[in-house]
């Protein structure tokens, strides 16, 4: 699976790896999604919810591959064409997901190629995860991200300290709809929050998002230039007055 955009277009590729599930016999497998991607695969009307996994490599992974399973294979993540690798350096050294993606992507790999890469925030060591065709190559010839020398070994063992932190926010809001909720989570008027999606600044899913009356579903993820990244993450109930109560994690 290329990358994708539209609804329509991950319909069309999801269709594929089912055809192609079905004809084999065999499990079908895209390469690495981003969020977006996951979140459009997720939402597809289909009727064949138990024969597909989205699996990045650990749980709660953000970006996934997707697997497609014919009707004879009980679907299972250990099929999965992932290889988790670790990286250990000096604690000094301070390395960015932004470092570790550009020494990857300087191997002339494609970005779908590579999962999702967590930094340890006591430093000195992380993970990433890969598409199998490009395991040996970063095995191979990762010395260095940037200028610190990195030891790389098979396997990834997924910590505490390198999974995301949160605030949490609650709020009561008329509706789902992405102006109310974008309003709570970065404290601003309705109005200013609808300036930020009119001017383009505002992303659902990792996709820019340009309707203030979008209804959210819980789980979807809001990236706001200048203000963070948040998780709509649950609606907890009502109001006596039938405003609505959220919950929403701000990623820090």
């Known amino acids: 699976m290329n990358k994708t955009g539209s609804p329509s277009q991950i319909a069309v590729k999801v269709r594929e790896l089912t055809v192609r599930a079905q ?3 065999h499990s079908a497998f895209s390469f690495f999604l981003d ?3 996951c979140a459009g695969v997720a939402k597809l009307d289909r009727h064949w919810d138990d024969r597909y996994l989205l699996y990045g490599g650990y749980t709660g992974a953000q970006r996934c591959i997707l697997g497609v399973f014919p009707a004879a294979q009980e679907p299972d993540t250990t099929g999965f064409p992932i290889v988790g690798m670790t990286f250990t350096y000096r604690a000094a050294d301070l390395l960015t997901h932004r ?3 550009g020494a990857f992507m300087a191997l002339n790999i494609t970005r779908e190629t590579v999962g999702d890469i967590l930094i340890s925030r006591s430093g000195g060591r992380a993970v990433a995860f890969f598409y199998t065709t490009v395991a040996d190559c970063v095995m191979q010839e990762i010395t260095k991200i940037g200028s610190v020398g990195v030891k790389v070994s098979a396997g990834a ?3 505490e300290d390198m999974l995301p932190r949160f605030e949490e926010i609650h709020a009561f809001v008329a509706s789902a709809r992405l102006d109310a909720v974008l309003s709570a989570a970065v404290k ?6 609808a300036d930020l999606i009119s001017r383009e600044l505002v992303r659902v899913n990792a ?3 340009t309707k203030p009356e979008k209804l959210l579903d819980p789980g979807e993820v809001l990236s706001v230039r200048g203000y963070g990244k948040f998780c709509f993450a649950e609606i907890c109930g009502k109001s006596s007055k039938e405003r609505i109560h959220i919950r929403i994690k701000k990623y820090l």
């Open 23 to 25: 004809n084999s016999g």
């Open 35 to 37: 969020e977006g991607e």
């Open 207 to 209: 996709v820019v998002c």
């Open 157 to 159: 063992a997924v910590t």
């Open 99 to 101: 470092d570790f993606l």
């Open 188 to 193: 601003l008027s309705r109005g200013k929050s």
